[in-house]
C-alpha cells in the first residue's frame, strides 16, 4: 500500500465518520419528533426553527456536566466501558458500502465483521454494568449479556441464508447479487428474524430490559453522567444505524435503485440512505408502540422460535440451490 | 528486521504478557478482560496470517460467547471473599520449575528443526482466488469430513449431558 493509497483511505474514514456522528447526533431528534407525532404532541419546538437546533443544546449541556464515579467503581472498567461499544459500532460502518463500488474497507469477511464487532459492543452493556458497584447496573448488565448471546445466534443464522444465495459474505457482492431481484422476497423468514434479533441486539424497545426504567432505573447506565452516559447513547444509536443499513443492504438491495436524474453516483447514497431511514423509522415507530417483553418471553422467543426458524431457512435455501 | 517480523515480534510479547496477565491477576472479572485483549491478539495473529475468516470467527466465537458466558458465571460468585484469599497453593514453585524446564526443552527442539513441511495446494493466491469460506468448507466437508463429524458428535454429548444435568426430569 503506498502512502497516497493510505491518505485517500484516511481522508475516507474520517469524512465517514463525522457525517456518521452527525447523523447518529441528529437522529435523535427525529426520534423525538416522530414519537411525538404519534402521541399526539410537537416534540421539541423551542431551540431553533421547531427545534432543530436541539441536538446541538443538547449536547453542549451533556459535555459540560459533571463527571460522577461511584466511589465503590471499578475505575479503569468504568472509565472504559462505555468507550467499547463507541468504537464497536463507529467502526462497524467501515464495510457497509455507501455507494456504488465505496466503501472504506473491501472486506472478504464484512458480515462477520460486523457480526465480531455487535459482539464486541456487548461488553460495553455487561462491564459498565458490572463496574459501577450497584445493584440497578448490575442486573441490568447480566440481562444484556444472556439477552445479546442468545439473540446472537439467531442474527448469525439469518444472514447465513443471505450469505448463501449470493455466495459470499463481501458487502459489495451481496448488493451485486440482488441485481435481479431483492433477498427480501426469497429470504422473507431471514428477513423478520434478522430484524427482530437486530431489536434484541441494540437494546430497543420491545427488547430493552437492560435498561427498562420501570424495574431497574435506568439499568447498566444508572451511575453514568455527563459525556460517559453520552457515550452509551450514542453506541446505541450507532448501533441502531449499522443494522439498519446491514438490513438495507442484505435484504433492500443496498445503493441499488433507479439513477435518479443529475445526480450520478450520488443516486446510490441517496437510495441507500433512504432504506436506512425506513429501518430507523420502523425502529421508533415500534418503540412509540410495543409494550416491554417480559424477560422469560424474551429468551424463549429467541430459543424456541427464532433459531429453529433460522435453521429451517438455511435448509430451505440450501435445498432450494441444490435443486 | 523487516515490518512483519516487528509485527510479529510485537504480538508474540504482548501474547505472552497479556498470558501472564490474565493468571495472575487477582480479581477474575479483570482476568477475563485481560483475556478478551489476548483473544483480540491472536485475531489479529489469524489476519497476519491471510486467514480472514478464522480471524472473524476467533472473535465471534470465543470472545463474543464464551467469553461472556465466562464473565456471566463469574460476576454471579462472591468476589469479595475470592480477593482476599490467597491466589496460589504451595506447590507453585515447582509448577513454575517445570515450565520452566518445558519452555528451555522447546526452544532447543524449535531451534533443531530445519525442514519445513512442504507446501500444500492453498496457497495464499489460491485461496484467494477461491474465497476464504468456500475453501474452509470445501476442505472440511471433503478431506476432513470424519473428524469434522466426531467434533460434532462430541459436542452433541456435551450438549445431551449438560440437559439431563439440569432438567433432572425431563
Redesign the interface.
Known amino acids: 500500500m503506498s502512502v497516497s493509497a493510505m491518505l485517500l483511505v484516511f481522508i475516507k474514514t474520517i469524512l465517514v465518520v463525522s457525517v456518521f456522528l452527525i447523523h447518529v447526533m441528529y437522529v435523535q431528534y427525529f426520534e423525538r419528533k416522530v414519537i411525538g407525532h404519534m402521541q399526539s404532541r410537537m416534540g421539541p419546538m423551542r431551540v431553533g426553527w421547531h427545534g432543530l437546533l436541539q441536538p446541538i443544546a443538547d449536547s453542549i449541556k451533556l459535555f459540560f456536566k459533571e463527571d460522577i464515579i461511584p466511589s465503590a467503581a471499578?475505575r479503569p472498567?468504568f472509565y472504559i466501558a462505555p468507550i467499547i461499544g463507541v468504537i464497536a459500532g463507529v467502526s462497524s460502518v467501515a464495510v457497509i458500502p455507501l455507494w456504488e463500488n465505496f466503501s472504506i474497507a473491501n472486506?472478504?469477511?464484512g458480515i462477520?465483521?460486523i457480526?465480531?464487532l455487535s459482539?464486541?459492543a456487548?461488553?460495553s452493556v455487561?462491564?459498565g454494568g458490572?463496574a459501577s458497584n450497584s445493584k440497578y447496573s448490575?442486573l441490568g448488565?447480566?440481562r444484556s449479556?444472556?439477552q445479546?448471546?442468545s439473540y446472537?445466534i439467531a442474527m448469525?443464522l439469518s444472514l447465513v441464508g443471505v450469505?448463501m444465495m449470493a455466495g459470499?459474505?463481501n458487502l459489495n457482492d451481496i448488493v451485486k447479487a440482488q441485481a435481479n431481484g431483492w433477498f427480501i422476497v426469497p429470504q422473507i423468514i431471514a428477513f423478520v428474524v434478522f430484524f427482530i434479533s437486530a431489536l434484541a441486539e441494540t437494546n430497543r424497545v420491545p427488547f430493552d430490559l437492560p435498561e427498562a426504567e420501570t424495574e431497574l432505573v435506568s439499568g447498566f447506565a444508572t451511575e453514568y453522567s455527563g459525556m460517559r452516559w453520552a457515550l452509551f447513547f450514542m453506541a446505541e444509536y450507532a448501533g441502531m444505524f449499522v443494522m439498519s443499513g446491514l438490513a438495507a443492504t442484505c435484504f433492500l438491495g443496498g445503493w441499488s435503485g433507479p439513477q435518479i436524474p443529475f445526480m450520478g453516483t450520488m443516486s446510490g447514497l441517496i437510495w441507500f440512505l433512504m432504506k436506512l431511514y425506513m429501518f430507523i423509522f420502523i425502529y421508533f415507530w415500534i418503540r412509540a408502540t410495543l409494550p416491554r417483553y417480559r424477560y422469560d418471553q424474551l429468551m424463549g422467543l429467541g430459543w424456541k422460535i427464532f433459531i429453529p426458524l433460522a435453521l429451517l431457512n438455511i435448509v430451505i435455501t440450501g435445498l432450494v440451490k441444490i435443486l | 528486521m523487516t515490518l512483519p517480523q516487528l509485527f510479529f515480534l510485537y504480538f508474540a510479547v504482548s501474547m505472552t504478557g497479556l498470558s501472564l496477565l490474565v493468571v495472575t491477576r487477582r480479581?477474575p472479572?479483570?482476568s477475563v478482560?485481560w483475556m478478551?485483549v489476548l483473544f483480540l491478539h491472536i485475531a489479529a495473529l489469524y489476519l497476519f496470517l491471510n486467514a480472514?475468516?478464522l480471524?472473524?470467527?476467533q472473535?465471534?466465537v470465543y470472545?463474543?460467547?464464551i467469553l461472556?458466558?465466562f464473565?456471566?458465571v463469574i460476576?454471579?460468585l462472591n468476589l469479595r471473599r475470592e480477593e482476599t484469599e490467597r491466589m496460589f497453593q504451595d506447590q507453585w514453585p515447582v509448577g513454575a520449575g517445570i515450565g520452566v524446564v518445558l519452555a528451555v526443552f522447546f526452544v532447543v527442539i524449535v531451534g533443531k528443526i530445519a525442514v519445513l513441511a512442504p507446501l500444500g495446494e492453498y496457497s495464499i493466491d489460491a485461496v484467494q482466488a477461491e474465497?476464504?469460506?468456500m475453501s474452509i468448507g470445501k476442505v472440511l466437508y471433503t478431506k476432513f469430513l470424519l473428524p469434522f463429524e466426531i467434533a460434532s458428535l462430541i459436542l452433541l454429548v456435551a450438549i445431551i449431558g449438560a440437559v439431563v444435568l439440569a432438567k433432572k426430569r425431563i
Open positions: 471499578d472498567i472486506l472478504n469477511v462477520l465483521y457480526l465480531a459482539s464486541i456487548s461488553y455487561i462491564l458490572w448490575f448488565g447480566l449479556s444472556a445479546v448471546i446472537e448469525g450469505m459470499s459474505a | 480479581n472479572v479483570h478482560l478478551l480472514e475468516f480471524a472473524a470467527i472473535i465471534i470472545a463474543g460467547a461472556v458466558l464473565l456471566f460476576m454471579l474465497g476464504h469460506i
